[in-house]
Nanobody, 122 residues
Framework: QVKLVESGGGLVQAGGSLRLSCAASGGTFSTYLMAWFRQAPGKEREFVASIRWSGPITYYLYYADSVKGRFTISEDNAKNTVYLQMNSLKPEDTAIYSC????????????WGQGTQVTVSS
């Protein structure tokens, strides 16, 4: 079974930066999408960013409007890891950040990590 493990969360001052990692392991599958979501206290989970592969080394990046220009999603194929570089952090970015994976065979995001807490203080 595929396992996703996030890391890199923490407490940071407004304007600071963090880099989240999501390492994937196990299973045999063809990845179609990997995405970052976040859920703030009392709020619904929202999409943050995603990477969509159209081939082994060809992919496209997508971002929520709220993070465009500040966050960057990237990948390291050799390490089976995706990253979320977060710059110019704002208090409203405070949330639990989770990564998810959808294979080409799957209907929904079938694999989710446990989440990592990001807290931005003012």
């Amino acid at each position: 079974q595929v396992k996703l493990v996030e890391s890199g969360g923490g407490l940071v001052q407004a304007g600071g930066s963090l880099r989240l990692s999501c390492a994937a392991s196990g299973g045999t599958f063809s990845t179609y999408l990997m995405a970052w979501f976040r859920q703030a206290p009392g709020k619904e989970r929202e999409f943050v960013a995603s990477i969509r592969w159209s081939g082994p080394i060809t992919y496209y990046l997508y971002y929520a409007d709220s993070v465009k220009g500040r966050f960057t999603i990237s990948e390291d194929n050799a390490k089976n890891t995706v990253y979320l570089q977060m710059n110019s952090l704002k208090p409203e970015d405070t949330a639990i950040y989770s990564c998810a994976l959808k294979s080409k065979e799957g209907i929904n995001y079938e694999y989710w990590g446990q989440g990592t807490q990001v807290t931005v203080s003012s």
